[in-house]
C-alpha cells in the first residue's frame, strides 16, 4: 500500500463492475488499499456476471491471451436463465495476433454484436460490396431435380393447395378448384379447412415423435458353454455377496473360469483393481460388475451414488489397462418389465442411464446392462432364466438390456407409440398452484406459459434465481396476461431443507396440485475425464430435486407429477455419462411412484429448440448425432396428450435412429432403423451389419482390388471426409493429413464422434483412444490399411504402425522426472538390442558421432545407442526398417 500512495486513480469513461466490492464502482477509488483487499478478499466473479447480467447486459468479452474464463460465464449465465448471450475472448494460445482478434470480432458479429469495421479496415482501401447471388467457389447446393413420379406429382398438387388454404387465397383456391366455387362462398369454410390441416399436419408430426419402451421375451434356453477367465468385480455388500457366489457357481457350471475382485466403500477409483496390473488383463473373456448393487452415497458427496460412480471408475481404470473385453453391468429391481414387476430401486436404475453411455462411446468394450431379481440367488434352481443369461453372456445373442425374471428373460425395446388420431379418455386441467422447476429458463418458461393457457390459477416458478432471472419480468407478464397468478421463488432444489420452506409457503387459497420438475444443468465430458465434481453437479438438481419434490409432496392431493427426463437415459448419447443417469433415475422413480399409487409421469424428451441448457456447440454435436431440435409449441402439446391419456412413460424426440447407433447396432432401436436387423447369434467380431452392400464389405472390396498407393490414398480421404464432417467443414480439403488432430481442434468428445464414424465405414473394433493412438489423418488412415486387407503389411508396416502409437502415447503421457527416466532407459535398451548388428553408416547423427577408433563396432554401436535420445532412437529404428 506504501509503494502505491503516490498513485491518485481518475475517473474513467466506462463504467466499470467491481469483483471486488460486487458492485458498479468509481475507478478514481481504485487506490493502494482497493488493490490491497482485491489480495486478500475472495473474487467476487460469479457474482458480477449475475450483477451484469440482472442489469441487462447480455454480451461478455474475456480479454486476456487464452480464454479461461468463458465457460465459466456461460455457465453462471446458464444458471440465471440467460437466453442466447454472447460470450467471447480475444486472443488464443499461440495465436496473439491481429487476426485472431479479428475472428474473435466476427464470432460476436455473426451472433448479433454491433461491430464498427471501419476502424478494422482503416487505410487498407477495403469497400462493402454486394453479396453475389450465385454460390461461391462453383460449390453447388441445389438439389438435384428427381425423376417423374406420380406420388411426387400429387403430393405437390396436395402441397399447393394447402398452401392456398393456409393463405386465405380466395381467388387463387377457387382458381385450383376449377372456378366451379365462387371465392367469396369460401369465406366460412377457410378457417375451418385451415385448422383441420394445421391440427392433421401437426399430429403426424406429434406421433411420428412419440415412443414407448417394451419388453420383448428373450427366447430360447438351449445350454450354452462359456469360456476363458471373467474377472468378477463385487463391492463390500452382503445381497451383492450372495449373488456373486450364485453367479461364480452357475458361470462357473457353464465353463468359465472366474476371477474375483472386491472393492471396498472407501477405495472405489480408477485404480481399485490390482488385477489389471498382473498381465493378464488382455485375456479376460468378459468382465461382470456387481458394484451397482451396492446402495447409499459416496462419503462426502450426498447426491452421488455409491454404485454409479464406482461403475464409472471402473469403466475408467478397465479403458486405462486397455481391456477390451466386455462389460457387464448388474442391478437388482432397477427396471419394471410390467405392472406386475415394480421398481425396487430408483438408484441403482442410474446404473443404466450411465451404461448407454458407454455403448455410444466405447461399444467395443460393452457386453450390456443385465437386471435381476430381488431374490432367488440359488444357482441350483433349474429355472429357464439361468440358462438364457449365460447364452446373453456367451454372445449367442445380440440382446444387451435384458432383465431377468425367475419366469423368464426379456429384453428392452423402445418402439413408437402414435396416436393414431385417437382422442384421450381424460383432459389434464390444472388448478390451484402449479410448480414448476427451473422455471425462468427457456424451457420452463414455454411450460409456465402453458399451464396457464391450461387454466391454472397459481404458477409457482422456482430457479436459483428466482425473481432476479432476467426472463422473470415478461415471463411473469405474459403469465398474467393468459389469466394465471405468478410468484417466483430463489431455490436450490438439491437443498430440501430450502424446498421445504417454498412448499410450505404455497398460499392455502391455491393449495399445490402439480409439479412438473424441469429443472437440469449440462456438464459434458466423455467418460474417461468425468470426475465427482462433474457427476455430483449433475445429480444434485435432476435427482436431488426429484426425490425431496418426491418425499415432500407424498401426502399432497395432485392431479399430475411430471418429470423431464431426457432421451439420453435411454440411447445413450457420447458426452453425457454424468446426465444420463439421472434421467434414467427420473424414468424408474415416476414407475415407482405408480406403484405406490401416486401419481407420476416421466418424458424422457429430445432437445428442446429455442435456448435451454445446451450450448450452442453441444446442440451442433447433437444435430450431427441425429438428433432434432423439438418445436417448443408441438412439445407442449405432446405433453397435455402424455397427461390426458394419463400415461407413466413416454419418450418424445425427433431422431434419426440410423445416425444415432451408427456403426453400433442395438437391440433397443431394432424396430425403429429403417432396416430392422434380425436379432440372430453371430461369431463375428465386426460391429457393420455384415450384408454385401454395407460400407464396410464395399470398402473392403475397393481395397482389395486397388494397388498400394491408391489404398493409401482411399483411406486418408476416408479419414479427413470423416473427420471434416464431425468438425462441420464442407470437404475433407479443410483437415491437414499431417497435422495432428488435437491441433485441428479435436477434443475427446469429437474424438469418440470420429471412432464412431469410421467404426461404421470400416467394420473394425476401433479402440475409444484410436485418434490420440494415431496422431493424425495420415497415420490413423495407414493404420486402417493395415487392419482392412489382412496379408498386405510388412514387418515394416507393422513396425511402423506401433512406433507410431508409441510416439503419441509418450507424447501424451504425464508422467514425473522419474517416471520418464525409467521409460527412456527401457527404450535405450530396447534400440541398443535392435542396433546390435546396424551398420554403423545407418545410425543417426547422434549415435555415428562415436569414435572411428572404437576397439569393438557393436559395443561403439550399443554406446552411442546409449547416448542417443528418444527421437534419435526412433529414427534409428525407422531407419533399420525402411521406414520413413
Not at 78 to 107: F, M, N
Not at 256 to 274: I, N, Q, W, Y
Not at 821 to 841: C, G, K, N, Q, Y
Request: charged share 20%; glycine share 10%; aromatic share 6%.
Amino acid at each position: 500500500m506504501a509503494d502505491l500512495a503516490g498513485i491518485r486513480p481518475r475517473s474513467g469513461t466506462v463504467a466499470v463492475w467491481s469483483t471486488v466490492t460486487g458492485a458498479w464502482i468509481d475507478t478514481a477509488s481504485m487506490d493502494g488499499a482497493y488493490w490491497a483487499t482485491n489480495l486478500r478478499e475472495t473474487v467476487r466473479f460469479e457474482e458480477a456476471v449475475r450483477g451484469l447480467s440482472a442489469s441487462g447486459h447480455t454480451v461478455f468479452v474475456e480479454a486476456s491471451p487464452h480464454p479461461v474464463l468463458t465457460a465459466a460465464i456461460e455457465e453462471t449465465l446458464d444458471a440465471v436463465g440467460v437466453e442466447a448471450p454472447v460470450v467471447v475472448g480475444t486472443l488464443r494460445r499461440e495465436q496473439g495476433g491481429v487476426a485472431r482478434l479479428y475472428a474473435s470480432l466476427a464470432e460476436a458479429w455473426v451472433r448479433g454484436v454491433p461491430i464498427d469495421w471501419t476502424a478494422a479496415f482503416a487505410g487498407h482501401g477495403n469497400r462493402v460490396v454486394e453479396l453475389p447471388t450465385y454460390p461461391f467457389e462453383r460449390k453447388r447446393y441445389w438439389l438435384e431435380a428427381g425423376s417423374p413420379d406420380t406420388d411426387a406429382a400429387t403430393a405437390a398438387i396436395d402441397t399447393a393447395f394447402w398452401e392456398l388454404v393456409e393463405s386465405g387465397d380466395q381467388a387463387g383456391l377457387s382458381a385450383a378448384l376449377g372456378g366451379d366455387v365462387a371465392a367469396e362462398s369460401l369465406d366460412a369454410v377457410l378457417p375451418a379447412l385451415s385448422s383441420w390441416w394445421d391440427r392433421r399436419r401437426s399430429g403426424a408430426t406429434l406421433d411420428a415423435w412419440r415412443h414407448r419402451v417394451v419388453w420383448r421375451p428373450v427366447g430360447g434356453s438351449t445350454p450354452e458353454e462359456l469360456s476363458g477367465t471373467w474377472l468378477l468385480v463385487v463391492p463390500e455388500d452382503a445381497a451383492a455377496l450372495a449373488w456373486a457366489d450364485a453367479l461364480a457357481a452357475r458361470l462357473g457350471a457353464a465353463g468359465a473360469r472366474m476371477e474375483r475382485v472386491t472393492v471396498t466403500r472407501d477405495r472405489f477409483g480408477r485404480d481399485a483393481l490390482p488385477s489389471l496390473s498382473t498381465g493378464r488383463r488382455e485375456t479376460y473373456s468378459g468382465v461382470l460388475s456387481l458394484l451397482a448393487l451396492a446402495e447409499g452415497s459416496v462419503a462426502g458427496r450426498a447426491s452421488v451414488p455409491w454404485g454409479a460412480a464406482a461403475t464409472v471408475a471402473l469403466v475408467q481404470g478397465l479403458d486405462d489397462a486397455a481391456v477390451q473385453a466386455p462389460l457387464w453391468c448388474f442391478t437388482s429391481g432397477a427396471v419394471t418389465t410390467g405392472s406386475g414387476d415394480p421398481i425396487r430401486s430408483a438408484e441403482q436404475a442410474q446404473v443404466w442411464g450411465f451404461g448407454g453411455i458407454v455403448a455410444a462411446e466405447n461399444p467395443n468394450a460393452w457386453g450390456g446392462l443385465v437386471d435381476l431379481p430381488t431374490a432367488w440367488p440359488d444357482p441350483t434352481d433349474e429355472s429357464p432364466a439361468w440358462a438364457r443369461l449365460v447364452a446373453v453372456l456367451s454372445g449367442k445373442t445380440d440382446e444387451k438390456d435384458i432383465a431377468v425374471r425367475e419366469a423368464g428373460v426379456w429384453g428392452r425395446r423402445l418402439v413408437r407409440a402414435p396416436l393414431g388420431g385417437a382422442e384421450p379418455a381424460g383432459s389434464w386441467q390444472p388448478s390451484g398452484t402449479v410448480l414448476v422447476t427451473g422455471g425462468t429458463g427457456a424451457l420452463g418458461g414455454h411450460v409456465a406459459r402453458w399451464v396457464a393457457a391450461r387454466g391454472a390459477q397459481h404458477v409457482l416458478l422456482v430457479s436459483r434465481t428466482g425473481a432476479d432471472a432476467p426472463t422473470a419480468d415478461r415471463l411473469a407478464r405474459d403469465v398474467t396476461a393468459l389469466g394465471a397468478r405468478v410468484s417466483f421463488a430463489a431455490c436450490d432444489v438439491g437443498d430440501r431443507d430450502a424446498l421445504a420452506a417454498v412448499l410450505a409457503a404455497v398460499p392455502e387459497e391455491f393449495p399445490l396440485t402439480a409439479v412438473l420438475h424441469a429443472a437440469a444443468i449440462l456438464d459434458d465430458a466423455v467418460i474417461g475425464d468425468l470426475t465427482l465434481d462433474q457427476i455430483e453437479r449433475v445429480l444434485r438438481v435432476k435427482v436431488d430435486g426429484a426425490r425431496h419434490l418426491d418425499e415432500l409432496t407424498r401426502d399432497a392431493e395432485l392431479s399430475a407429477f411430471v418429470l423431464f427426463s431426457s432421451v439420453a437415459g435411454l440411447c445413450g448419447v457420447a458426452g453425457q455419462g454424468n446426465y444420463a443417469p439421472g434421467n434414467a433415475y427420473l424414468d424408474a422413480l415416476a414407475a415407482r411412484r405408480r406403484s405406490d399409487g401416486l401419481p407420476a409421469t416421466s418424458v424422457s424428451w429430445g432437445h428442446w429448440a429455442g435456448g435451454g441448457i445446451a450450448a450452442p456447440e453441444i446442440e451442433e454435436r447433437l444435430g450431427r448425432q441425429g438428433l432434432t431440435m423439438l418445436d417448443p409449441a408441438l412439445a407442449v402439446r405432446a405433453l397435455g396428450q402424455i397427461l390426458d391419456a394419463n400415461e407413466s412413460h413416454l419418450t418424445v424426440c425427433d431422431i434419426d435412429w440410423d445416425v444415432l447407433f451408427r456403426g453400433r447396432p442395438h437391440p433397443l432401436v431394432a424396430e425403429l432403423v429403417r432396416a430392422p436387423r434380425e436379432i440372430v447369434p453371430t461369431d463375428e467380431p465386426a460391429v457393420g451389419d455384415g450384408t454385401a452392400d454395407s460400407p464396410a464389405a464395399r470398402l473392403v472390396a475397393a481395397l482389395a482390388e486397388s494397388g498400394e498407393p491408391e489404398r493409401r490414398r482411399r483411406l486418408v480421404k476416408l479419414v479427413r471426409g470423416q473427420a471434416a464432417i464431425v468438425q462441420g467443414h464442407p470437404s475433407g480439403d479443410a483437415v491437414d493429413a499431417a497435422k495432428p488432430f488435437r491441433d485441428q481442434g479435436f477434443d475427446s468428445l469429437t474424438a469418440v464422434e470420429l471412432r464412431n464414424r469410421l467404426t461404421a465405414e470400416t467394420g473394425l473394433r476401433l479402440p475409444a483412444t484410436l485418434v490420440f493412438d494415431y496422431p493424425t489423418p495420415a497415420a490413423l488412415a495407414e493404420f486402417l490399411r493395415i487392419e482392412l486387407v489382412p496379408g498386405i503389411e510388412t514387418g515394416a508396416d507393422t513396425i511402423s504402425a506401433e512406433i507410431d502409437r508409441l510416439e503419441a502415447q509418450l507424447t501424451n503421457a504425464k508422467a514425473d522426472p522419474a517416471q520418464r527416466a525409467a521409460t527412456a532407459a527401457r527404450l535405450t535398451e530396447i534400440a541398443a538390442s535392435w542396433a546390435a548388428d546396424v551398420p554403423f553408416s545407418t545410425l543417426p547423427p547422434a549415435a555415428s558421432s562415436a569414435p572411428a577408433t572404437a576397439p569393438d563396432a557393436g559395443s561403439g554401436i550399443a554406446d552411442a545407442v546409449s547416448s542417443a535420445s528418444d527421437d534419435e532412437l526412433i529414427e534409428l529404428i525407422g531407419k533399420q526398417f525402411g521406414i520413413s
